[in-house]
């Protein structure tokens, strides 16, 4: 059985090769800046998050196990995640969040409208969300967490993961609604 590009890299990275690690930073470091982004806004953060996280993957290299193509990709994703989840909790009061009347109640069958809005329009709006909204949505829609996951990552209430959820949905469908009406103005 011959080995794919991942796994020869996996085992220059488990001997501890600088050079695959130059390599692994360079492949990937853009993609999991990307997924670090969602969570963390500052760009200081990000590059800090990212350094603890490839300080992270190269302390536990060997602890890592192939189970095919990608899985490299998805364990760094996970470690990132996890290190940017940490650095919420350190870092924002994620705990305090106010539960304030600002934000529209939106009815629960009410599902944001993305139909001509680019994606990196979107993925802004999502990163101008509240912090702990922002990392309620990300979890639930990117990462396929259920509430009771998120609360146990978060180290809060299951139901207080979903109010959080349904909140950043609701501003999301009020940004998005503004972003139309003034696209929609600009042609009238």
């Not at 600002?102 to 944001?112: A, G, K, M, Q, S």
């Not at 990163?127 to 990392?135: E, I, M, Q, S, V």
Request: aromatic residues 10%; charged residues 30%.
């Amino acid at each position: 059985m011959k080995e794919n590009k991942e796994q020869i890299l996996i085992n220059r990275l488990l001997t501890k090769e600088e050079a695959a690690w130059k390599e692994l930073f360079g492949t990937y470091s853009g993609s999991l800046a990307g997924v670090c982004s969602r969570y963390i806004t500052e760009k200081d953060d990000v590059r800090d998050v990212l350094q603890n996280s490839f300080i992270k993957m190269f302390r536990s290299i060997d602890t890592f196990e192939y189970r095919g193509t990608g899985s490299l990709k998805a364990w760094m994703i996970r470690i990132v995640i996890n290190e940017a989840l940490k650095h919420i909790r350190q870092n924002s009061g994620f705990q305090t969040i106010a539960y304030t009347s600002e934000f529209p109640e939106v009815p629960e069958d009410e599902e944001p409208d993305l139909e001509e809005i680019p994606e990196a329009v979107v993925l802004k709006m999502i990163k101008a969300l509240p912090d702990g909204y922002r990392t309620v949505f990300n979890l639930y829609v990117f990462e396929k967490k259920s509430h009771k996951e998120i609360a146990g990552l978060l180290g809060i209430a299951e139901n207080s993961s979903a109010s959080q959820f349904h909140r950043a949905k609701g501003l999301l469908v009020q940004k998005i609604k503004e972003f139309k009406m003034s696209k929609k103005a600009q042609y009238e």
